[in-house]
């Protein structure tokens, strides 16, 4: 098994453009989260996702969308980059509630 | 919202001590996740404890929670290079955890001297 696998693995933006951030896991998990990782700030959540066709959004989801229409697939959509989003985007997934989620090993985006 | 405090924020032991990172949030915890993180890369699960004095070891980690205190505590013992990183400690935000709201704390960065 792939486990989560998330691309790119590094992107440079520039400031008022548009990108989505893929992730997909083959473990037939139903949550799903992306989180973003600052210095200093620690792990915050920004969407998630309790199954196919339901999400919510978390600790920080301005400037960002996301859509499930897959149990596998959950694309964070960046709808107009800011220097703000400069960050390391983690999307992780876990069977139900009570599972240790599985972190994809991460996208490192900066935005100029 | 709740919030998890981790202490201390780094720690610099020498190979072959022991060491405890405690993990404390400011409301009652529900299901306590233990993570650890190499510089650069993604989050590896350790554990997860749920009930209130339950403890859990994985080789020579082992992690408590205390509910009461509403604190969990990780202790490695004799430690070595290979676990150095940062450990992060997360936790369902709700009892039942409807909203998959799970919140981590700032993290402990713990380097290990040969």
């Known amino acids: 098994n792939a486990g989560v696998t998330q691309t790119p693995k590094f992107q440079v933006l520039k400031t008022g453009q548009s990108m989505t951030l893929q992730c997909a896991q083959d473990?037939?998990?139903?949550?799903m989260s992306w989180y973003r990782q600052d210095p200093g700030m620690g792990l915050r959540l920004i969407h998630y996702?309790?199954?196919?066709?339901?999400?919510d959004q978390g600790e920080v989801p301005n400037g960002y969308n996301v859509s499930r229409s897959t149990t596998e697939d959950f694309p964070l959509r960046l709808l107009s980059a800011a220097p703000s989003q400069t960050s390391v985007y983690f999307c992780?997934?876990?069977?139900?509630?009570?599972?240790?989620?599985?972190f994809g090993s991460g996208t490192r985006l900066t935005v100029v | 919202s709740q919030e998890l405090e981790q202490s201390p924020q780094s720690l610099i032991v020498q190979e072959g001590k022991n060491l405890t990172i405690n993990c404390t949030s400011s409301?009652?915890?529900?299901?306590l996740y233990w993570y650890k993180q190499k510089y650069g890369e993604g989050l590896i699960f350790l554990m997860m404890?749920?009930?209130?004095?339950e403890e859990k070891s994985h080789e020579k980690i082992t992690a408590k929670l205390d509910e009461k205190k509403q604190q969990s505590s990780l202790h490695i013992t004799a430690s070595q290079p290979s676990h150095a990183g940062i450990y992060l400690c997360?936790?369902?935000?709700?009892?039942?955890?409807?909203?998959?709201?799970?919140?981590f704390g700032g993290g402990t960065r713990l380097m290990v001297k040969p």
């Open positions: 473990m037939n998990h139903e949550y």
């Open positions: 996702s309790v199954g196919a066709g339901i999400t």
């Open positions: 409301k009652t915890l529900y299901g």
């Open positions: 992780a997934s876990r069977r139900t509630v009570n599972y240790g989620y599985t």
């Open positions: 997360g936790a369902d935000a709700t009892s039942n955890n409807a909203g998959n709201m799970l919140t």
């Open positions: 404890l749920q009930k209130g004095g």
